[in-house]
């Protein structure tokens, strides 16, 4: 598969045959496709003169830095996001790690002084024509993103061209169609692969691309959108449906045509409410790490009908096109169905390894029968027809005296006592002697209840099962992905 056949040609064709329609909704302005060519056209005129093919990108959110993804990646080059709100010696450290020499930046004035610095958003020109794309190989990566490392130092993760047009053609695959007519949300930062979905399909498409102001909450700014424009797809993190179940009596989008969730366990419960605000939409649950190019297994959900999945969490369904899925023991066995092991990948969408990180891609790679695949750390099991139940993190699953637990089990089982109108987190706390107990942490301010609680869970767990503690919260803290950070809330009740 040619990337240029399957990328940077339909996006051409895209700007050309749509270039009076609106491309973009950045903070309530719209911007065209005529537009968004002129300044793609602009950027390449400058990287003409760049020698070196990984360049690093101020991850701001307006029209420059999204012409930038478009211009490196017609000029051959792939971009290494930064964020704008992140630690600056972070940043350096990833600057440091890719050899970056080059950054584009479109700030007022930029942060990064060691570099060539091209400001984008001063850069002049006002003609869309544009060049033939440089020819590139399947090989030669698109972007690099930087993942939290064990170790505390970000893990940069390559994907490929040829990685990103495999995903794009199993998106169309599973008969998602996409037109000049919709209207698509954006609500996921550039240092977040959720994103590249997010603008990349509906651009290819004639569509528009509506992104969330990253100075707002996010579930706020989504429901903003969605009630002024009526979008007709999204993809969202599955936190933003269940903060916004106080409001969904207020929310009726008859036009979504696709509602999609990746990122994070979905909850059933927070789908059957969601269904009845997009009664129109296909509603999928899409799976995958960012090792494996967006997402790469999919399930669709059933209205009306039984849904499957385990401990009140949506099933991951089945590979895409072009990905192969095992579920492997911690010996590396192949597990029978209705069998728990880790989840493991392969196939055209995965990544050729860390980058410039040998100790981590033989953790975390390994071959079956010539195969290369990915241990993503997921504990899944696969039912009888083939679909894959998704259990919780590896890490995630705990033993206490001797007996294997699945801390997403105690946590079903509290989102219950709450008619699923409550997030909670069951986190394994540890003593210097490495002896484990389990601590509750529910979002609420209400500490009155805790009694009530306990004897609702006595009445479902079994003792080993039972939380030590637990402890009350509100809000949840979110990392930048919009996904509950889990670190915070353990750092915070010790």
């Given at each position: 598969m040619e990337f240029e056949k399957n990328i940077t040609l339909p996006l051409?064709?895209?700007?050309?045959?749509?270039?009076?329609?609106?491309?973009?909704?950045?903070?309530?302005?719209?911007?065209?496709?005529?537009?968004?060519?002129?300044?793609?056209?602009?950027?390449?005129?400058?990287?003409?003169?760049?020698?070196?093919?990984?360049?690093?990108?101020?991850?701001?959110?307006?029209?420059e830095t999204y012409a930038s993804i478009f211009a490196l990646w017609l000029e051959g080059k792939c971009y290494v996001p930064l964020h704008p709100g992140q630690p600056l010696q972070r940043c350096m450290d990833i600057i440091g790690q890719v050899g970056i020499h080059v950054v584009l930046d479109s700030s007022e004035a930029t942060r990064y002084h060691e570099q060539n610095v091209m400001m984008t958003a001063q850069m002049e020109g006002d003609d869309p024509i544009m060049d033939a794309p440089k020819p590139c190989t399947d090989e030669e990566?698109?972007?690099?993103?930087?993942?939290?490392?064990?170790?505390g130092?970000?893990?940069?993760?390559?994907?490929?061209?040829?990685?990103?047009?495999?995903?794009?053609?199993?998106?169309?695959?599973?008969?998602?169609r996409l037109n000049a007519s919709d209207r698509c949300l954006q609500m996921f930062d550039l240092t977040f692969d959720l994103s590249v979905q997010s603008y990349l399909l509906p651009l290819l498409n004639g569509a528009c691309a509506y992104t969330v102001?990253?100075?707002?909450?996010?579930?706020?700014?989504?429901?903003?959108?969605?009630?002024?424009?009526?979008?007709?797809?999204?993809?969202?993190?599955?936190?933003?449906?269940?903060?916004?179940?106080?409001?969904?009596?207020?929310?009726?989008?008859?036009?979504?045509?696709?509602?999609?969730?990746?990122?994070?366990?979905?909850?059933?419960?927070?789908?059957?409410?969601?269904?009845?605000?997009?009664?129109?939409?296909?509603?999928?649950?899409?799976?995958?790490?960012?090792?494996?190019?967006?997402y790469c297994t999919a399930y669709q959900y059933k209205r009306g009908k039984e849904n499957k999945g385990a401990n009140g969490i949506m099933g991951i369904g089945r590979a895409m096109s072009g990905v192969k899925t095992v579920i492997a023991d911690d010996n590396g066995n192949i597990c029978k169905a209705g069998?728990?092991?880790?989840?493991?990948?392969?196939?055209?969408?995965?990544?050729?390894?860390?980058?410039?990180?040998?100790?981590?891609?033989?953790?975390?790679?390994?071959?079956?029968?010539?195969?290369?695949?990915?241990?993503?750390?997921?504990?899944?099991?696969?039912?009888?027809?083939?679909?894959?139940?998704?259990?919780?993190?590896?890490?995630?699953?705990?033993?206490?005296?001797?007996?294997?637990?699945?801390?997403?089990?105690?946590?079903?089982?509290?989102?219950?006592?709450?008619d699923d109108k409550r997030a909670v987190v069951a986190l394994p706390i540890y003593d210097e002697a490495r002896n484990c107990t389990i601590h509750l942490v529910v979002e609420d301010s209400d500490k009155g209840k805790a009694s009530a609680l306990t004897d609702y869970l006595k009445n479902f767990l079994p003792a080993y099962m039972m939380p030590t503690e637990i402890h009350y919260?509100?809000?949840?803290?979110?990392?930048?992905?919009?996904?509950?950070?889990?670190?915070?809330?353990?750092?915070?009740?010790?």
């Amino acid at each position: 598969m040619e990337f240029e056949k399957n990328i940077t040609l339909p996006l051409l064709r895209s700007l050309t045959a749509n270039e009076t329609n609106n491309a973009l909704c950045i903070e309530g302005r719209f911007y065209t496709y005529r537009e968004l060519a002129t300044a793609i056209a602009k950027i390449r005129r400058e990287l003409h003169k760049v020698a070196e093919t990984h360049i690093g990108l101020v991850a701001n959110n307006d029209l420059e830095t999204y012409a930038s993804i478009f211009a490196l990646w017609l000029e051959g080059k792939c971009y290494v996001p930064l964020h704008p709100g992140q630690p600056l010696q972070r940043c350096m450290d990833i600057i440091g790690q890719v050899g970056i020499h080059v950054v584009l930046d479109s700030s007022e004035a930029t942060r990064y002084h060691e570099q060539n610095v091209m400001m984008t958003a001063q850069m002049e020109g006002d003609d869309p024509i544009m060049d033939a794309p440089k020819p590139c190989t399947d090989e030669e990566t698109a972007y690099i993103l930087f993942t939290s490392g064990s170790t505390g130092r970000p893990k940069g993760v390559p994907i490929s061209r040829g990685n990103l047009a495999a995903f794009v053609d199993s998106f169309y695959q599973l008969g998602f169609r996409l037109n000049a007519s919709d209207r698509c949300l954006q609500m996921f930062d550039l240092t977040f692969d959720l994103s590249v979905q997010s603008y990349l399909l509906p651009l290819l498409n004639g569509a528009c691309a509506y992104t969330v102001d990253p100075t707002m909450i996010k579930y706020q700014a989504v429901f903003e959108l969605l009630d002024e424009y009526h979008l007709t797809f999204a993809l969202m993190v599955p936190s933003v449906i269940h903060y916004l179940r106080p409001y969904m009596d207020e929310i009726q989008v008859d036009e979504m045509r696709y509602s999609l969730f990746c990122g994070e366990a979905l909850n059933m419960s927070d789908t059957d409410q969601w269904s009845r605000c997009v009664p129109n939409a296909e509603i999928w649950n899409v799976y995958g790490p960012t090792e494996c190019t967006i997402y790469c297994t999919a399930y669709q959900y059933k209205r009306g009908k039984e849904n499957k999945g385990a401990n009140g969490i949506m099933g991951i369904g089945r590979a895409m096109s072009g990905v192969k899925t095992v579920i492997a023991d911690d010996n590396g066995n192949i597990c029978k169905a209705g069998e728990k092991g880790e989840l493991c990948l392969a196939g055209n969408q995965l990544t050729q390894g860390y980058w410039k990180n040998d100790e981590k891609n033989h953790e975390a790679f390994f071959h079956i029968q010539g195969e290369r695949y990915y241990k993503t750390g997921d504990i899944c099991q696969m039912d009888k027809d083939g679909d894959i139940l998704y259990a919780g993190r590896k890490d995630s699953q705990v033993k206490i005296q001797g007996y294997r637990i699945e801390l997403s089990e105690i946590e079903c089982v509290a989102r219950k006592f709450y008619d699923d109108k409550r997030a909670v987190v069951a986190l394994p706390i540890y003593d210097e002697a490495r002896n484990c107990t389990i601590h509750l942490v529910v979002e609420d301010s209400d500490k009155g209840k805790a009694s009530a609680l306990t004897d609702y869970l006595k009445n479902f767990l079994p003792a080993y099962m039972m939380p030590t503690e637990i402890h009350y919260m509100e809000p949840f803290p979110l990392n930048a992905n919009n996904k509950i950070d889990r670190k915070k809330i353990a750092q915070s009740i010790k």
